[in-house]
């Protein structure tokens, strides 16, 4: 709304080209998937115009050249980010064999309830909150006794970013050095600079703790369209030392001055028996400088079918397995807190996948122990 209370017109929608989207890992080369993807898009906009015909309720019906661009789009990067070679090319072959064959009364369905549908999919889920799945388990207790069954395995991830063992003293005095080299610069993949702890079985998600974070060396870019954290935000921040937002009396941000600072304010919160869970969690933990035993990552939890470093983005596994559109605000950036509840949220349903597997095979709780099932005699 604008200041005289009359509605704000929407901006005009970004056009998309008919290029083929990034994605992690290219399934063949970017030549053949440009290809693929105009064939693709060619049959859709063949069997569109085939289909109108003469008949005005299915001229209705018509797709706009953005409409077959973004649906050509979405499928083909689908494809690319699951598949891999053949099994990438046949995917999308069968889809253009499918759509050739279509019944004018069967791609009027189609065209409504899938193209047209998700076109107007509201983003972030309308004027209803969205459901938050449910472990089927009795306490927060129990929901952490299966959570250890599914713990991440880092073991022989090193080479992927996770650390696992400390570093010796001579690898401590080397990074000095080049620390003191550098004068205070260095070169981050990420912008980690906002960091934020939140309880699991929350359901309001109130959180723990929420503080800004002074990296080392000076700050070249916000990147707030990743971060969520504006250079106004940072620059308003109040100290933290130890206070907490209702005692600085105002709506801004606190601030430590160090990833040293902030790792000492969540070991205030954790042990090494806290599950930490987290998506593509290595750089948190890298960050942070934390070696933790119990680790659950939703990269590894819902793997890519290519291995890492291939990984499946949070936007992505939030929209296939929660029916949840996240990240929707654009150049304002990602809201922390979404992010976390949406990992938590994944987790749960691996939680209760993984119960609903033991109870069948006999495990049960006995006054909030997990017990395992009696060995039958031969």
């Given at each position: 709304m604008t200041n005289d209370g009359s509605k704000k017109a929407d901006l005009p929608k970004k056009e998309e080209e008919l290029i083929p989207r990034s994605v992690p890992s290219q399934p063949v080369q970017f030549g053949k998937r440009d290809e693929i993807l105009k064939k693709f898009y060619a049959q859709l906009q063949l069997k569109d115009k085939m289909t109108a015909g003469g008949d005005p309720e299915l001229k209705k019906l018509m797709l706009s050249e953005q409409e077959l661009i973004k649906y050509a789009l979405d499928c083909e990067q689908e494809a690319a980010t699951i598949f891999e070679g053949t099994v990438y090319q046949s995917h999308l072959g069968r889809q253009m064999v499918l759509f050739k064959k279509m019944a004018p009364a069967e791609w009027k369905s189609f065209v409504r309830d899938t193209i047209r549908r998700k076109e107007t999919e509201p983003e972030s889920g309308g004027g209803k909150p969205q459901a938050r799945p449910s472990p089927g388990l009795d306490s927060p207790e129990e929901e952490v006794a299966i959570l250890r069954a599914i713990r991440t395995s880092l073991a022989g991830l090193e080479k992927f970013g996770y650390v696992t063992v400390a570093p010796t003293t001579q690898e401590i005095a080397s990074a000095k050095v080049a620390i003191e080299s550098s004068a205070g610069w260095e070169e981050c993949n990420r912008c980690n600079t906002r960091f934020r702890v939140f309880p699991g079985r929350d359901e309001e998600g109130k959180e723990l703790l929420d503080v800004l974070v002074r990296p080392y060396g000076e700050i070249l870019d916000f990147n707030t369209r990743f971060s969520g954290v504006s250079q106004k935000q940072f620059a308003e921040a109040a100290p933290h030392e130890g206070r907490t937002l209702a005692d600085s009396g105002c709506d801004a941000l606190l601030k430590v001055e160090s990833p040293a600072a902030a790792r000492y304010l969540l070991f205030d919160l954790i042990s090494p028996e806290t599950p930490l869970i987290g998506h593509a969690i290595d750089n948190d933990l890298n960050?942070?400088?934390?070696?933790?035993?119990?680790?659950?990552?939703?990269?590894?939890?819902?793997?890519?079918?290519?291995?890492?470093?291939?990984?499946?983005?949070?936007?992505?596994?939030?929209?296939?397995?929660?029916?949840?559109?996240?990240?929707?605000?654009?150049?304002?950036?990602?809201?922390?807190?979404?992010?976390?509840?949406?990992?938590?949220?994944?987790?749960?349903?691996?939680?209760?996948?993984?119960?609903?597997?033991?109870?069948?095979?006999?495990?049960?709780?006995?006054?909030?122990?997990?017990?395992?099932?009696?060995?039958?005699?031969?």
């Amino acid at each position: 709304m604008t200041n005289d209370g009359s509605k704000k017109a929407d901006l005009p929608k970004k056009e998309e080209e008919l290029i083929p989207r990034s994605v992690p890992s290219q399934p063949v080369q970017f030549g053949k998937r440009d290809e693929i993807l105009k064939k693709f898009y060619a049959q859709l906009q063949l069997k569109d115009k085939m289909t109108a015909g003469g008949d005005p309720e299915l001229k209705k019906l018509m797709l706009s050249e953005q409409e077959l661009i973004k649906y050509a789009l979405d499928c083909e990067q689908e494809a690319a980010t699951i598949f891999e070679g053949t099994v990438y090319q046949s995917h999308l072959g069968r889809q253009m064999v499918l759509f050739k064959k279509m019944a004018p009364a069967e791609w009027k369905s189609f065209v409504r309830d899938t193209i047209r549908r998700k076109e107007t999919e509201p983003e972030s889920g309308g004027g209803k909150p969205q459901a938050r799945p449910s472990p089927g388990l009795d306490s927060p207790e129990e929901e952490v006794a299966i959570l250890r069954a599914i713990r991440t395995s880092l073991a022989g991830l090193e080479k992927f970013g996770y650390v696992t063992v400390a570093p010796t003293t001579q690898e401590i005095a080397s990074a000095k050095v080049a620390i003191e080299s550098s004068a205070g610069w260095e070169e981050c993949n990420r912008c980690n600079t906002r960091f934020r702890v939140f309880p699991g079985r929350d359901e309001e998600g109130k959180e723990l703790l929420d503080v800004l974070v002074r990296p080392y060396g000076e700050i070249l870019d916000f990147n707030t369209r990743f971060s969520g954290v504006s250079q106004k935000q940072f620059a308003e921040a109040a100290p933290h030392e130890g206070r907490t937002l209702a005692d600085s009396g105002c709506d801004a941000l606190l601030k430590v001055e160090s990833p040293a600072a902030a790792r000492y304010l969540l070991f205030d919160l954790i042990s090494p028996e806290t599950p930490l869970i987290g998506h593509a969690i290595d750089n948190d933990l890298n960050t942070l400088r934390i070696i933790h035993p119990l680790i659950v990552d939703t990269v590894l939890l819902y793997p890519h079918p290519k291995g890492l470093p291939a990984r499946f983005s949070l936007k992505l596994l939030a929209k296939q397995h929660l029916d949840r559109n996240i990240q929707t605000s654009g150049a304002a950036g990602h809201d922390s807190k979404e992010d976390a509840t949406t990992t938590g949220d994944l987790v749960t349903l691996r939680v209760r996948e993984k119960w609903k597997q033991m109870r069948m095979a006999g495990w049960k709780f006995d006054q909030g122990k997990l017990v395992a099932p009696v060995a039958k005699a031969a």
